[in-house]
Each structure stands twice: as C-alpha cells, then as structure tokens.
Nanobody, 120 residues
C-alpha cells in the first residue's frame, strides 16, 4: 500500500504565504508525476500544479506566478509554496502521485487533504 500525507495548511492573512508538504510512503518503486489539486467552498476541483519525475512543472493559470511546486525525490516528497494568497485560494489542497509499485504497475494515490483558509 502507499500513503500520501499532506501538512502545512492553516489560516493566513491575504497577501501571506504558506508552504504545503506531501510525504509519500509505502510500497514505492518509483514516483512519477506528483501534483496538487484543490477543492474550494463551491466544491469544484481545480488543478493547482504538477511536477514530473525530472522536475518539469506545470501550474494552473490562477496560481502561476504566485505558487511554486517542487519535489525531493530522495525523500519522496513534493512541496507547494503559496505566495501572495487571496481569498479565492481558500480550499482543501490535495496531493496526488502516480506511483509505480514493486509489482511494476502504476497507480494513482491521493492524500487526505489539508485546509488552507485565507482571511481578508
């Protein structure tokens, strides 16, 4: 089995910053693409960004220039740096990873989510 655990969420004032972390553990042969989604109060899921195993990144239009995604392959972790936050960034942020397990098969895994709340 594989687990993804996010951390780093919380309450922050508009204009502030947070850093989210996601740790992957378990039966991991190789971590392929990792990324972050978010689900806001309206319930709509939005892609925040992705990062491939060779660290090519892609960020959503609404966060590009403010958020940065990175990873540490040695630690099986990915990070999301959130800068210049605004109230529309308030959401539950979910980490996901495409994991090749010891079986050789690739599966998608999701974390439980971490809440980010931006106050005016």
């Amino acid at each position: 089995q594989v687990q993804l655990v996010e951390s780093g969420g919380g309450l922050v004032q508009a204009g502030g910053s947070l850093r989210l972390s996601c740790a992957a553990s378990g039966d991991i042969y190789r971590l392929n693409t990792m990324g972050w989604f978010r689900r806001g109060p309206g319930g709509q899921r939005e892609l925040v960004g992705t990062i491939t195993s060779d660290e090519s990144t892609n960020l959503g239009d609404s966060v590009r220039g403010r958020f940065t995604i990175s990873r540490d392959n040695a630690k099986n972790m990915t990070y999301l740096q959130l800068n210049n936050l605004n109230r529309w960034d308030s959401a539950v942020y979910y980490c996901y990873a495409m994991v090749v397990r010891s079986s050789g098969f690739e599966y998608d895994y999701w974390g439980q989510g971490t809440q980010v709340t931006v106050s005016a």
